[in-house]
Nanobody, 127 residues
Framework: QVQLVESGGGSVQAGGSLRLSCAAS????????LGWFRQAPGKEREFVAS????????DYADSVNGRFTISRDNDKKTVYLQMTSLKPEDTAVYSC????????????????????WGQGTQVTISS
């Protein structure tokens, strides 16, 4: 059974940092591209960042580019999202997702492309 479990969420003040982790089980981790998405109250889920299977291709939403960094550790079957210079508008539930794909596939921003999802972790940024 495939499971993605996020951790690392919490409440911090604007300007602070958090690192989210997403641990996978039940999958051959290296076969999957990974992504982070977020959903704020009353809003649709939106793309945050994605990373290719090999980790060499990264993609970021404009709103987080330069502040967030996605990375992966295939040995630990974990994907990370390092978030810095956090803003109140970053407040949301953050979820990781896994997408089975070929090695050369570019990262995807489309949530429909992802096969598995975690339950999410709450991130709250106060001003």
């Amino acid at each position: 059974q495939v499971q993605l479990v996020e951790s690392g969420g919490g409440s911090v003040q604007a300007g602070g940092s958090l690192r989210l982790s997403c641990a996978a089980s039940g999958v051959t981790f290296g076969y999957y591209a990974l992504g982070w998405f977020r959903q704020a109250p009353g809003k649709e889920r939106e793309f945050v960042a994605s990373i290719s299977r090999g980790g060499s291709n990264l993609d970021y939403a404009d709103s987080v580019n330069g502040r967030f960094t996605i990375s992966r550790d295939n040995d630990k079957k974990t994907v990370y999202l390092q978030m810095t210079s956090l803003k109140p508008e970053d407040t949301a539930v953050y979820s990781c997702a896994a997408r089975r794909t070929i090695l050369t596939a570019p990262p995807s921003r489309a949530s429909d492309d992802y096969n598995y999802w975690g339950q999410g972790t709450q991130v709250t940024i106060s001003s």
